[in-house]
Nanobody, 126 residues
Framework: VQLQASGGGLVQAGGSLRLSCVLSGRTFRYSNMAWFRQAPGKERQFVGA????????IYADSVKDRFTVSRDNAKNTFYLQMNNLKPDDTAIYYC????????????????????WGQGTLVTVSS
């Protein structure tokens, strides 16, 4: 299983970015996918997730109404659309997966996700 994240970069506050994460090696359709982020000197935290079997989505309160997760099963790709970015959103963003999950819903706990991508850096300037 490989997860390849991309799309990070430098953006001004109020701007937008879209991150992508490609899962290869296993069936994407039934995999639960999530985004986490880790700011300098801080613990990794949950951002948003999508379940494979029901396409249910959940978000951290800090990003709700600004960030949207989505998935393209044909491309084995999971996205994070980030709008109205703030300097506090500056972090390395990681995608994670529970491959071929049998559950209908996804969670926000790091321990739930067995596979992780390498991370992509998002920097938001004020």
């Amino acid at each position: 299983v490989q997860l390849q994240a991309s799309g990070g970069g430098l953006v001004q506050a109020g701007g937008s970015l879209r991150l992508s994460c490609v899962l290869s090696g296993r069936t994407f359709r039934y995999s639960n996918m999530a985004w986490f982020r880790q700011a300098p000197g801080k613990e990794r935290q949950f951002v948003g997730a999508s379940s494979g079997r029901r396409s249910a989505t959940i978000y951290a309160d800090s990003v709700k109404d600004r960030f949207t997760v989505s998935r393209d099963n044909a491309k084995n790709t999971f996205y994070l659309q980030m709008n109205n970015l703030k300097p506090d959103d500056t972090a390395i963003y990681y995608c994670a997966a529970v491959v071929e999950s049998t559950g209908l819903y996804c969670g926000f706990s790091m321990g739930e996700y067995a596979y992780w991508g390498q991370g992509t850096l998002v920097t938001v300037s004020s």
